[in-house]
């Protein structure tokens, strides 16, 4: 069933999908969550929350809506997490294949895998930027390599990753982790000499993966495992602002908001930060 809104509630001419130059892909996806459950209902808080943003951006000076932004068919699979990824990995190709840029809305981490896998393929130099409270390293969890707990060693099996915001992980991570590409979330306060640090490590292509609980919960609340001492609204986009400045942003996923219908802020945050990205991407020099 499709969503009573697009993104950004646009009007026809710019949300079809021969006008658009991005496609959002939701993924209502919450089979392997093991704490807070509700992500599964993310994609479609978003795409609400997103019809009441300004489409003007004051920063950039700019209205992104206009390079066309079409809203996808969500992807429905429950069956197991690995049928999902390899039905979102064929979704993001054929997207791919029409030159769009794919932003795809979670669910939970895990499926980003699938479009991770896609991207690597058609994207030879590439690297992937995960922003997150968690290292997500784990080789296997509760019986499947395709747990949220495990994107990340699916993701560094086909390309460089470097992670930042991190503040969570199992010692049994330290081994898969390079720790010369993890920026802590501890280092990251009060500072920003990192952030030049962290571009550096990335190849000319960047995929970006957002989990949410990567900010604060002071901020953002409704997302299934919230940590705190996470990063703050401005950092954030101080750093994506700086790698779309430096680098080619090629893919982005956001994923893990688990929305409660009392708390609307954290819906919203997640809608805005995806029109930001946008609007860097699109506006970049």
């Known amino acids: ?16 999908l021969e006008n658009s130059k991005v496609v959002i892909l939701p993924v209502p996806y919450d089979g392997t969550s093991t704490w807070g459950k509700g992500a ?6 978003i795409i609400e929350a997103s019809a009441n943003m300004e489409l003007y951006d004051i920063e950039t000076d700019s209205e992104i809506y206009k390079k066309g932004i ?30 769009k840029f794919i932003v795809l809305l979670g669910g939970e981490h895990s499926v980003s895998i699938g479009t991770i896998k896609a991207h690597a393929e058609k994207y030879k130099d590439l690297s992937i930027l995960q922003l997150d409270a968690h ?54 306060y009060n500072r920003t000499n990192w952030m030049e640090k962290a571009i550096a490590k990335l190849t000319n292509n960047v995929y970006i993966t957002i989990d949410l609980d990567v900010f604060d919960p002071s901020i953002l609340p409704s997302t299934g ?57 699109f506006t970049k020099s």
């Open 135 to 188: 290292s997500d390293m784990r080789e296997e969890y509760l019986g499947t390599k395709y747990n949220h707990a495990c994107v990340m060693a699916r993701a560094k099996e086909l390309c460089p990753v470097v992670q930042v915001g991190i503040r969570s992980m199992d010692i049994s991570e330290k081994k898969n982790i390079k720790k010369e590409n993890v920026f802590f979330a501890e280092q990251l």
């Open 225 to 281: 495992t919230p940590e705190p001492g996470g990063l703050d609204w401005y950092k954030v986009l101080e750093f994506i602002k700086k790698v779309s400045e430096n680098k080619n942003i090629v893919g982005l996923d956001v994923v893990e908001l688990a929305p409660n219908k009392n708390e609307k802020s954290s819906d919203f945050l997640a809608a805005k930060l995806i029109y930001k990205i946008l609007s860097y991407k």
């Open 40 to 45: 599964d209902k993310g994609p479609e808080a």
């Open 70 to 99: 079409f809203t996808a068919q969500a992807i429905k699979e429950k069956r197991s997490p690995e049928l999902m990824s390899k039905k979102v990995k064929g979704e993001v190709e054929k997207f791919i294949n029409m030159d």
């Open 1 to 16: 069933m499709p969503y009573r809104k697009n993104f950004g509630d646009l009007p026809k001419e710019n949300s079809k």
